[in-house]
Every structure is written in C-alpha cells, then in structure tokens.
C-alpha cells in the first residue's frame, strides 16, 4: 500500500501522518538519500520476524531525475507487500501523482486560519474566536497571526479598549522575542485578545 500525503500547508501534513504511523514501527528515509541500491535493500519484504514493514520516504520526489523512474517500479512492485508512505513539503504535480495510480492520496491545502481568526475578532464573537485561534494554534501559524493581529488592532485604537490590546501586544512581542514570558506564547496571546471578543466594548 502506498499513501502520500503533500501540499502547502506542511504542519497539517506533517501532523496527520504522524498520527497515522504513531502506533507503528516504521523506518523514515529521505528522498534524497535513496537511490536504486538503498531502495532495493530498504524494501525488502519482510523482516526478520516476518512482519510487514513499513517504510516513510520524506520528499520522495527530491530523488536524483535518473533514479526516479526505476525507484518508483521498484516501489509499485513492493507496495503490495510493505507499506509505504510518502510525504511532500510542497504540492505535488498531477504527473508527479500518477506515477503512482493506485495510491491513497492526501492533499493538504493551504489554511486560512490566520485570516479566519482575525475576521472573528469583534465584540460578542468569543466562543468563534476561541475556535479559530486553536485552529491557529495548530497550524503553527503563531508568529504570523501576531503579526497581522496587531496591524488589524491598531486600526482602531481610537476605541481605548483596542488601544490596551494594542500596547498588551507590543509587550507580549517584546517579552516573546526576549524569552521572558512567565506563561506559553499561546496561552499569553489569547489572553490578551479574548477581552476585544466580549459583548461590551
């Protein structure tokens, strides 16, 4: 069985691979370390014990052009025995896919969680923002967000309630990039927001 998971947002891939091999005894193998010998050697069927093994390739399509073709009959022929898993750091092309017809594939877009969670930051909103800054969280989107979510904020520091924000926001960046928060990044930026979310402003 082959099964590919690719695309740009590489945190999600990333993640819900390792989920699905978290309970698994597999062997990880860089693209651009294999070639046709360490290909055929990795991809023995069985081990010693007469399990099925199952082998991860990171960036599989970073291999050598000259070697790919002949890795990848290799890798259809084994694929029946051993299970195989591939992870992109980038969008495959449709070429790149059907190389391998009958592979389960995953693709994982580029999220739009940063935007999303900015949008929901408005008076009454609390339990939507809540959702899309977890979401955030997630995609690992944390310095981004950050980023954005103060430019967004001092558009309107007219308002004395964003203006604090605003100024709590300044002294979380500094205290972030200075290692002296008492509390995880996290937990201290949703804090801070969480207030410009309530019915009352």
């Known amino acids: 069985m082959i099964t590919i998971f690719h695309g740009e947002n590489t945190s999600l891939s990333k993640k819900k691979l390792q989920e699905k091999i978290s309970k698994i005894d597999s062997r990880w193998i860089d693209g651009s370390n294999l070639n046709?010998?360490?290909?055929?050697?990795?991809?023995?069927?069985?081990?010693l014990f007469g399990n099925t093994k199952t082998i991860v390739i990171s960036n599989y399509f970073n291999i050598k052009s000259r070697d790919l073709s002949q890795i990848s009959t290799i890798i259809?022929?084994?694929?029946?025995?051993?299970?195989?898993?591939?992870?992109?750091?980038?969008?495959?092309?449709l070429n790149?896919?059907?190389?391998?017809p009958d592979a389960s594939v995953h693709c994982f877009n580029k999220s739009n969680s940063v935007?999303?969670?900015i949008y929901s930051l408005k008076p009454g909103n609390t339990n939507q923002f809540i959702v899309h800054y977890q979401n955030?969280?997630?995609?690992?989107m944390f310095d981004l967000f950050l980023y954005l979510v103060k430019k967004e904020v001092k558009k309107k520091i007219s308002n004395p309630k964003y203006k604090k924000t605003y100024l709590?926001?300044?002294e979380l960046d500094l205290l972030n990039k200075t290692g002296k928060l008492a509390i995880k990044k996290e937990?201290?930026?949703?804090r801070t927001l969480l207030p410009i979310t309530k019915k009352n402003l």
């Open 168 to 170: 709590s926001l300044i």
């Open 96 to 100: 790149q896919i059907k190389m391998f």
């Open 115 to 117: 935007f999303d969670c």
């Open 36 to 47: 046709i010998n360490t290909a055929s050697n990795l991809l023995e069927v069985n081990d």
């Open 136 to 140: 955030v969280v997630e995609d690992n």
């Open 187 to 190: 937990t201290a930026l949703k």
């Open 76 to 93: 259809k022929n084994k694929s029946t025995d051993i299970d195989i898993y591939m992870w992109q750091s980038k969008k495959l092309t």
